[in-house]
């Protein structure tokens, strides 16, 4: 299980920057994803780790070995798509073996292979079937057991749950999470699914625009964001700009606590859940909106010209245009690193 570290690795295609000097390191054994929108690079990047592309400039290393130069196939990779790309002539089981058949391992470690992942994949009533005669969760299945069986010490994964319907994805997505600590192997898998990203991964590295605007444990990332950017694409998050005085922002509401030195105009940033309801609150608002969500309700606070999103235990019973009163503690909030929007 090899660590990977990427240096200073940049990918023009034309006069695009896909990458503009990404930096990273994966430990050995670790689960890493690669998130952002649409067109931030993290594809270019995976495919740079693959070796189906040469980077412009910066090296890859494995364990500290330069495989900037190595082509894919002399890599220690297995790579696992969205579009499971399986043979459609070939059975569940020659689907499997296609990899280490072509590597000409033994015939008998082959077999050997094949039905343990067959088993630990809970494949064994489709063995001989052909990959149109299964449903999409089966067929993922599939094309991450043709991954794993040539024994990869890095898996890299593209988007392989966007063609699952939600429910599934959830359960394969933890599957693969349970696999990747039975079966041991580094792992790169590619995203624009927040929720994906912080149930899966050890650390997330969110990228934006080519370059990484920030990387963490899933809590680090969701709870302390560092830009408006982070903020805004993981989760849902009250952003509220002013000045900082006295150890708070002023606000509609009230006052908001900050650990942060006196500014004329920052934005702050805390997360919808951190709020306490409470009779003897320091904040205050109407309740413009309630969204009964089962678990928690979501309620749309208005003071001013500013509305807030505050989720609570869905056993609270509040009406629309109740008034009400709440704290959020110091802790809770997060002052940003980037300049207020104009
Ligand atoms: P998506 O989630 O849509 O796949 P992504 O984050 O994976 O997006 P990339 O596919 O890595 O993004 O693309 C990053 C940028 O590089 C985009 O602007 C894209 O248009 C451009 N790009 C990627 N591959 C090529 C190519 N072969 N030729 C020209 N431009 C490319």
């Known amino acids: 299980m090899p660590a990977i570290d ?26 890493v994803t690669l998130l952002g929108p649409s067109g931030c690079g993290k594809t270019t990047l995976l495919n740079i780790i693959a070796g189906f592309l040469a980077p412009s400039r910066g090296r890859v290393l494995f364990d500290r070995q330069d495989v900037t130069g190595i082509r894919p196939e002399a890599r220690d990779t297995a790579m696992c798509f969205q579009s499971y790309a399986l043979f459609p002539h070939l059975s569940v089981q020659d689907n499997i073996a296609f990899g ?28 001989a079937k052909l990959p149109n005669a299964l449903s999409g969760g089966q067929q993922q299945r599939v094309a991450l057991a043709r991954a794993l069986a040539v024994a990869p010490g890095v898996v890299l994964f593209d988007e392989p749950l966007s063609n699952l319907d939600a429910k599934l994805r959830d359960q394969v997505r933890g599957e693969i999470r349970d696999l990747q600590r039975r079966v041991g192997f580094t792992a790169v898998y590619v995203t624009h699914d927040q929720a994906e990203a912080l149930a899966m991964s050890d650390t997330v590295f969110l990228l934006n625009g080519g370059v990484i605007e920030q990387s963490g444990s899933p809590r ?37 606590p900050v650990d942060a030195a ?35 309700l979501d309620l749309f606070v208005t003071a001013g010209d500013q509305t807030l999103r505050l989720q609570v235990p869905g056993t609270h019973d509040i009406p629309d245009g109740a008034e009400i009163r709440f704290d959020v503690a110091r802790d809770a909030v997060v002052v940003l690193e980037d300049e207020p929007h104009a």
């Not at 969701?222 to 606000?251: C, E, K, S, W």
């Open 100 to 127: 280490p058949r072509q590597k000409r391992v033994p015939k008998t470690e082959v077999s050997a292979r094949v039905g343990d992942l067959i088993r630990q994949m809970g494949l064994a009533p489709h063995a």
């Open 262 to 296: 006196d500014a004329a105009r920052r934005t702050i940033c805390w997360r919808p859940e951190v709020v306490r309801l409470s009779d003897v609150g320091a904040l205050s608002g109407r309740v413009a909106h309630v969204a009964f969500q089962g678990g928690w």
């Open 220 to 256: 680090e990332i969701y709870f302390r964001p560092r830009t408006r950017f982070v903020a805004d694409f993981i989760g849902a998050a009250n952003l509220q700009d002013g000045a900082i005085a006295g150890g708070a922002m002023q606000t509609p509401f009230g006052p908001i």
């Open 6 to 31: 990427i240096e200073g690795v940049a990918m023009r295609f034309g006069d695009v920057d896909a990458l503009k000097n990404v930096s990273l390191h994966v430990p050995e054994g670790a689960f």
